[in-house]
């Protein structure tokens, strides 16, 4: 391919490297070419410094993962032990080591439902990969052969491999890719701010919705739903709170017709709205869930599916007669990344992380909100130590920019020269920045994104 920026950067740095020789993912492609990579050479704490020395203010704790920060000395202990001591051994054919088994049975006593078994794989793309196949297999072996759909939402993220794409709802991930597979639906997004009628309460809101799922699960045949998949609160989709009532509705017809819910809480686990799971924050009683991101704080890659007992105690007997449970990875329970993990769990107990989350939504949603007053900002919501706000050119219709003005591509970017990491999703301004972020750094996120939206708001003017 041709490369507009072949002169703009020197032959071997390393963005002209980057622009030679990488494949990004989630990027857009043509978009990097006209402007370059940020390359991040180092980092501490709830900050980053780029290769030009440049400081930035974390608000995105990278990928919604980094939940300690950066830097932590006492991962790179443990990380460094276990290298020397066992540095790698596998959990198929009845292998086992410690760090697995004690991560195992770790993360089961903190699961808020009846967890059973816990099978680990390295993110929240295969984790809930493994959750399809799962149900699957669960329906086959019981003998439910035709219960196999599974309901996913529009503007929800479940990541991208084939099965994890497809549960995906978002029109990127699956436009060229021949996705969604077959037996994979969609229902609503539980997106209040644009998609509730005029006059529509919330409670209304969630109403409609959960009739809508009623009637899908109605039309298709409930004897053929295995499972509806949602993460508490869609993030990478626009941080989109549920609005009031949802989960209580929603989960009212799971029940009715006897379809699992398969908790993803990939973003949401571990402290991020402000209890230890979603689940908690909004009342869901998973059936199964699936955890990564800061299950090792980003640290490692590693990911979760923990599953209740009575779909283990199928298991068994059907892998008797087939030969072996024919699923899993080389580094399923890796163990230095579980020994991370197991730390990183460890930690946030006794530095008693998910209370200091907490307390610091107070300052962080007030300043969210406090937003909603910004001439540019259309919804600013959020919960617990995450948020977005939504950029529109009217307030009083919600009429987005259109798209060629990208305006919340511009914020972010502005913010970045204002020495914030956030990031754009859609019209979606999002902040989702480290656990252990104190009350000045909340200071300083909403002090340079105010700056970004009025830099915004400048050029929106001149457009
Ligand atoms: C809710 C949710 N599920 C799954 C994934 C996919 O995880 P990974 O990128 O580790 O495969 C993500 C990633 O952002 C996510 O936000």
Request: with cysteine.
């Amino acid at each position: 391919m041709s490369d507009p920026l072949h002169n703009v950067f020197a032959r071997d740095s390393l963005e002209a490297k980057d622009l030679a020789h990488m494949l990004h993912p989630a990027t857009n492609l043509a978009e990097l070419h006209r402007s370059g990579p940020v390359v991040h050479a180092k980092a501490e704490g709830a900050y980053v410094w780029d290769n030009h020395g440049n400081q930035y203010l974390e608000g995105m704790a990278g990928l919604w993962c980094a939940a300690l920060g950066y830097g932590e000395e006492e991962l790179a202990r443990v990380a460094a032990e276990q290298m020397r001591r066992l540095s790698f051994s596998q959990i198929f054919a009845a292998k086992t080591h410690e760090p697995a088994v004690l991560l195992a049975e770790k993360l089961k006593a903190m699961m808020p439902f009846e967890a059973g078994r816990v099978f680990f794989a390295q993110g929240g793309s295969d984790a809930n990969d493994t959750q399809v196949k799962l149900m699957w297999y669960y329906h086959n072996v019981i003998g439910k052969r035709e219960k196999k759909k599974i309901i996913a939402r529009r503007a929800g993220y479940h990541g991208t491999t084939a099965l994890a794409g497809s549960l995906t709802g978002l029109p990127p991930f699956h436009a060229h890719f021949d996705l969604p597979l077959p037996n994979i639906l969609h229902t609503d997004a539980p997106y209040y701010y644009r998609n509730a009628l005029a006059g529509e309460t919330e409670e209304g809101f969630s109403t409609r919705l959960a009739a809508n799922l009623d009637d899908l699960i109605i039309a298709e045949g409930p004897e053929t739903v295995a499972a509806f998949v949602a993460e508490p609160v869609p993030g990478v989709g626009g941080v989109l709170v549920p609005p009031d009532g949802y989960y209580e509705k929603i989960q009212a017809v799971l029940r009715r017709h006897g379809v699992f819910f398969i908790d993803d809480e990939v973003i949401c686990g571990f402290g991020r709205t402000g209890n230890p799971f979603g689940a908690q924050t909004f009342d869901i009683a998973p059936t199964t869930m699936t955890v990564a991101k800061a299950l090792s704080s980003a640290y490692l890659p590693i990911s979760a599916v923990i599953v209740p007992e009575f779909m283990y105690e199928a298991f068994v007997p059907a892998t008797e007669e087939v030969g072996t449970f024919g699923h899993g990875f080389t580094y399923s329970g890796h163990p230095v990344c579980a020994a991370v993990a197991l730390r990183t769990l460890e930690i946030y107990e006794e530095r008693d992380i998910f209370g200091h989350a907490a307390r610091m939504a107070r300052p962080f949603q007030a300043r969210l909100r406090a937003l909603a007053e910004h001439p540019l900002v259309g919804d600013a919501r959020g919960v617990g130590l995450m948020g977005a706000v939504e950029l529109v050119a009217d307030k009083a219709t919600k009429a987005p920019f259109p798209a060629q003005v990208g305006a919340a591509a511009y914020c972010a970017k502005r913010a970045l020269a204002h020495g914030l990491i956030v990031r754009n999703l859609g019209e979606n301004v999002a902040l989702c920045p480290p656990l252990i972020i104190d009350e000045m750094q909340v200071d300083e996120i909403f002090a340079k994104l105010e700056r970004a939206l009025g830099d915004t708001l400048a050029r929106t003017r001149r457009l």
